[in-house]
């Protein structure tokens, strides 16, 4: 018979609620997000195109800005490539701007050959406290097919996401996409050399902890503060009675307070807002990544954060705590 718990001794902790404040305008932000002009701005028709070719036929070479546009509407309306091409077709018709549209194949072609892509986000006055996290992304492919069909093993049939968020705006600053084989502590590196904005802390879960992520933080400042819990069985270093690192510190906190009030002391919580954009980004562009080669889906994640970001500045709700008042 398995052991049932006794409903009566068990420790609920209550849900917390949160209220919005700016809802009006948070409101407002979420219509805006379907508008087509949020999309079309004067900057992107001046910078349409690079060039034209001298070849006969005179084909236009789009510019890196033309087919980041595409790219964020196909995610933002999740379409395919052809009725990418149609919408981009159908809306230089209604404004009656004189630009022609790269075709699916040269969007397609074109996205896996640029090396980056704008994150949509504004640096902030001050610095910034990160929070670290990944996830993981399907892809669906012959494989996956396979696997459901037939039963066969199918091979790397996801990729993981690898996040920097700042907790204050919500807005992320970096991103990396690799294999499900990568360790996330190896990509703090890649993450950290994308930000150029000045760095406070660097939160992240217990996956990171280590010497070689507080060696990584520090490279970007020795007064960046790392907020890693450290795992059950960490042990303090050979200078810690003298000259103790900021992972002794937080041993030595947890030993003295507990998990709970380390993580009160520290705001560990704040870990969980990237979380939060975690399963934003799944909402809004989706689980799965859509394209088929590996440069591709770096570009689709890529251009997915830059989607995400904007939807973000469009509308942003300020939500606070209700307190829970007993009479």
């Known amino acids: 018979m398995p052991n049932k718990h006794n409903s009566s001794r068990r420790h609920h902790i209550p849900k917390m609620k949160f209220r919005v404040t700016n809802w009006a305008e948070y409101d407002a932000g979420l219509r805006r ?25 005179g084909q236009s070479i789009y510019s890196g800005l033309a087919i980041e546009t595409g790219m964020m509407l196909r995610l933002a309306f999740h379409l395919a490539l052809r009725q990418t091409e149609g919408l981009m077709v159908s809306i230089f018709v209604l404004l009656g701007v004189p630009l022609s549209t790269p075709d699916h194949s040269t969007l397609s072609r074109r996205a896996r050959e640029m090396e980056s892509f704008s994150k949509g986000c504004i640096l ?23 696997q459901e069909k037939h039963g066969a093993k199918a091979r790397r049939t996801w990729k993981k996401l690898h ?13 990396t996409l690799t294999g499900n084989d990568v360790g996330d ?8 050399d994308q930000i150029e904005a000045t760095i406070a802390s660097v939160t992240a879960d217990g996956a ?13 400042g020795e007064d960046v503060r790392v907020i890693i819990p450290p795992h059950v069985t960490a042990v303090l270093s050979a200078k810690a009675e003298h000259n103790p690192s900021q992972r002794d510190q937080h041993i030595l906190s947890i030993a003295a307070r507990g998990r709970l ?28 990544l859509r394209a088929r080669s590996f440069p591709g889906q770096k570009a689709e994640a890529a251009v997915g954060v830059a989607v995400l970001n904007r939807m973000l500045d469009a509308g942003r709700p300020d939500s606070v705590r209700r307190l829970n008042i007993v009479a």
């Open 261 to 288: 009030g380390w993580q009160e002391e520290t705001k560990y919580g704040q870990r969980a807002l990237v979380e939060t954009a975690m399963g934003r980004y799944k909402t809004i562009i989706g689980p799965c």
């Open 124 to 146: 902030p006055d001050g610095p910034i406290h990160l929070l670290i996290d990944s996830t993981g992304l399907k892809v669906f492919g012959a494989g996956e097919w396979l």
């Open 208 to 220: 990171y902890d280590g010497m070689p992520t507080y060696e990584v933080v520090a490279g970007h």
């Open 33 to 57: 997000r379907g508008s087509l002009t949020l999309w079309v701005t004067p900057e992107v028709l001046d910078g349409w195109q690079a060039a034209r070719r001298t070849t006969p036929g």
């Open 185 to 192: 502590p190896s990509q703090v590196a890649p993450l950290l």
């Open 163 to 175: 996040l920097a968020m700042d907790a204050d705006t919500g807005m992320i600053m970096a991103s």
